[in-house]
């Protein structure tokens, strides 16, 4: 039987700080945060952007970010932002590089390499490319493509038009980029690559008309602009998944489909149909998968499967209602999710699930004031460490967009 420990009455928020409660109490078996370290502060606004990507160096001393001035409007065509270093045993944030190619949900995409290496996407000449930073000495490559997921390797990346990410999704593309295929439905030259980092050399792994084949838009809506608006790299590195979406003649909405391949562009699969919709998802392991979508009436269940297998299962319906940015842990245990602003006081939950058991508790719930909304809103985006310790989140529940560190207490038997 699982322990839901949402249910009413189970629940006890210990107030920690303003704009933030930490869960008192957790169901027997699951983490509890045990603190809630800000990494950043302000007057200036920091940020990492999006889930899934560990912010931390291989030695878990290091942590990158984002830094702005403002935090209140999408950035201009080549407003630059700051990439800074955080030395978290020190405290000094310093920055170590600037970009205009950024966003406030995604930042610049950066990775880290290893040690010493950062990957992130900037313009270049007026062009769009990705730069491999050593952040202690400054010395710095130029690759041929900007990156959006990196191998756990860092041997490779995958890479998109942000382009036309930018035209049909303001907000997670670059302002000022050009989609030179722009009025193409499908183009046969454009869609998922995976690129070499130590050559650049790149391959099209699935063509935007091979995604339109693979799972092909319901009559009447074959001329609809497709595009690639989220790509994870499996735990493996031998896999890509990433969404699909199109926007129906006089909708206001897209659809939105899950699309895996393997690197070397074989086994192209529609893993989540158009007609149940995706959000965000995450590679548990090398074959499973966790999404969030409409299945078994549940608008934001997540959803677990294996690629390739007909296995879907909802996970904690009784908790999890709600769209969310799925994490699992390193060693596929854990799973970390969060809500949008929910409720008058704007609480975004943040949860975290047991995957072998699939007991869930709400564990902390941060304050998103409304002035962060549309493409400037603040998502938690949980992200774990390497060692699967600690979580590092977005927040603006103390009146600026900082980056935070969760610190969780493990059970005994863990």
Not at 127 to 135: K, M
Not at 332 to 350: E, K
Request: net charge negative; proline share 6%; aromatic share 10%.
């Amino acid at each position: 039987m699982k322990r839901w420990a949402f249910l009413l009455g189970w629940i006890s928020f210990v107030a920690a700080g303003e704009g933030m409660e930490i869960v008192g109490e957790v169901a027997e078996g699951l983490p509890r945060v045990a603190a809630v370290r800000a990494a950043t502060a302000g007057p200036k606004h920091h940020f990492f952007g999006y889930y899934a990507i560990c912010p931390w160096d291989a030695t878990g001393r290091y942590l990158v970010c984002m830094e702005t001035d403002f935090s209140d409007r999408m950035p201009a065509p080549g407003e630059p932002a700051q990439i800074c270093l955080v030395d978290t045993e020190s405290g000094e944030l310093k920055p170590i590089a600037e970009t205009a190619a950024w966003n406030f949900q995604q930042g610049a995409l950066v990775h880290w390499l290893g040690k010493r290496e950062i990957v992130y996407n900037d313009v270049v000449d007026g062009r769009l490319r990705a730069v491999v930073l050593d952040v202690f000495c400054g010395e710095r490559r130029v690759l041929p493509r900007a990156i959006t997921s990196v191998a756990h390797d860092g041997k490779t990346a995958a890479c998109i038009s942000f382009g036309r990410l930018n035209t049909t999704r303001p907000g997670y593309g670059y302002p000022g980029v050009d989609d030179p295929y722009a009025d193409v439905p499908h183009p046969k030259e454009d869609g998922l690559f995976v690129m070499e980092l130590d050559t650049g050399e790149s391959t099209l792994v699935a063509s935007l008309d091979d995604v339109f084949q693979a799972a092909p838009l319901p009559e009447g809506h074959e001329e609809a602009i497709l595009w690639i608006n989220l790509v994870i790299m499996s735990r493996d590195d031998q896999h890509v998944a990433f969404l699909g979406r199109y926007r129906p003649p006089g909708a206001k909405g897209w659809r939105t489909a899950l699309f895996t391949v393997n690197v070397d562009g074989t086994e192209l699969r529609c893993v989540v149909p158009y007609t149940w919709g995706c959000s965000h998802f995450d590679w548990v392991d090398a074959a499973r998968l966790v999404a969030t979508t409409r299945y078994q009436g549940k608008t934001g269940g997540h959803v677990l499967f294996t690629n390739g297998k007909d296995d879907y299962r909802l996970l904690g319906p009784e908790v999890l209602k709600h769209d969310g940015h799925c994490h699992g842990s390193p060693d596929a245990r854990w799973m970390v999710t969060d809500s949008y602003p929910l409720g008058p006081n704007r609480m975004q939950n943040f949860y975290i699930m047991d995957l072998a058991t699939q007991d869930v508790a709400l564990v902390a719930r941060f304050h998103e004031p409304a002035a962060f909304h549309g493409e400037w809103r603040c998502d938690l985006h949980p992200r774990w460490n390497h060692e699967g310790t600690k979580v590092c989140i977005d927040s603006t529940h103390e009146g600026t967009r900082q980056v935070y560190v969760i610190d969780l207490e493990f059970p005994e038997a863990h």
